[in-house]
């Protein structure tokens, strides 16, 4: 696996994620799984519906466990790590960014962004400044004060992109970040991922099926039924 020296942030290997469902059925959502992702990329997780993306993203940010193999990011073995453990790694070094954006309704713009920080312990001058640098960052400094419910679907997910970037993560993992929006909206989102993983020097890994999307990414990687199917996809 990844050592000090490896050039990969990323590594799995054989990774696998079988659920047991009622009496002796299981189903392996993924079967063993090997990816190798560099630092600083845009990486596109591509596949059908029911073909292991969301597992496999949960997996990488500590959500869930795979049944076996070895997952390493940034130096962390997340398979040994205890969930104490991986609530404390996620919080610090992963930015989780969700179809159905997942702001919360009574909070502003900018304390949606803001609470992660508070959340980390930033203090109060660093966490204010660092709130309103995400959200210019990404285009919506003048609607700080808004609440979801007054933002478009594709504002809203930039908010939800801000929070995801404002605690420095090394790592953000978006499920089907642009499933809700129109193709036009979800350009203009594939643009700014492009820019923070440029500026914020993150890796982002994201899940789509939408063929828009290979046009952003650096790499795809192409699962089918729970396994990588393009060995030029392991990188
Ligand atoms: P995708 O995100 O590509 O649509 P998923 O990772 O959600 O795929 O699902 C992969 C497979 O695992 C599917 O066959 C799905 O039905 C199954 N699966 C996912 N989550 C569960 C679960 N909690 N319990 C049982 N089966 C699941
Ligand atoms: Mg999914």
Same mark, same amino acid.
């Given at each position: ?28 959502? /993924?079967? !063993? +799984? ?6 600083? %990329? ?7 519906? &029911?073909? #292991? =993306? ?64 508070? /959340?980390? !312990? +930033? ?6 400044? %660092? ?7 990404? &285009?919506? #400094? =003048? ?93």
């Amino acid at each position: 696996m990844a050592t000090e020296t490896s050039r990969y942030s990323i590594e799995t290997r054989d990774v696998w994620r079988v659920y047991k469902l009622s009496g002796q059925q299981e189903v392996a959502a /993924l079967r !063993g +799984v090997n990816i190798q992702i560099e630092t600083g %990329r845009f990486v596109l997780l591509k596949g059908r519906s &029911g073909s #292991g =993306k969301t597992t496999l993203l949960n997996c990488l940010g500590g959500l869930d466990s795979p049944t076996s193999g070895e997952i390493e990011i940034f130096g962390h073995d997340l398979l040994t790590m205890t969930d104490q453990q991986l609530t404390k790694w996620r919080r610090e070094e992963v930015g989780f960014i969700f179809q159905s954006f997942g702001l919360l309704p009574t909070l502003s713009a900018y304390e949606n962004v803001e609470l992660v920080l508070r /959340l980390a !312990g +930033v203090s109060g001058r660093e966490r204010h400044d %660092r709130a309103l640098y995400c959200l210019n960052l990404v &285009g919506l #400094g =003048k609607w700080a004060d808004h609440r979801p419910y007054e933002l478009s679907g594709g504002q809203q997910q930039r908010v939800a992109i801000a929070r995801s970037v404002a605690n420095h993560p090394k790592l953000i993992l978006a499920d089907e970040p642009t499933g809700e929006l129109d193709s036009v909206t979800a350009g203009d989102i594939l643009s700014l991922f492009r820019t923070i993983v440029q500026q914020e020097n993150v890796t982002l890994l994201m899940t789509s099926h939408d063929a828009l999307v290979e046009e952003y990414a650096d790499y795809v990687v192409r699962l089918q039924d729970g396994q990588v199917i393009d060995p030029t996809a392991v990188l």
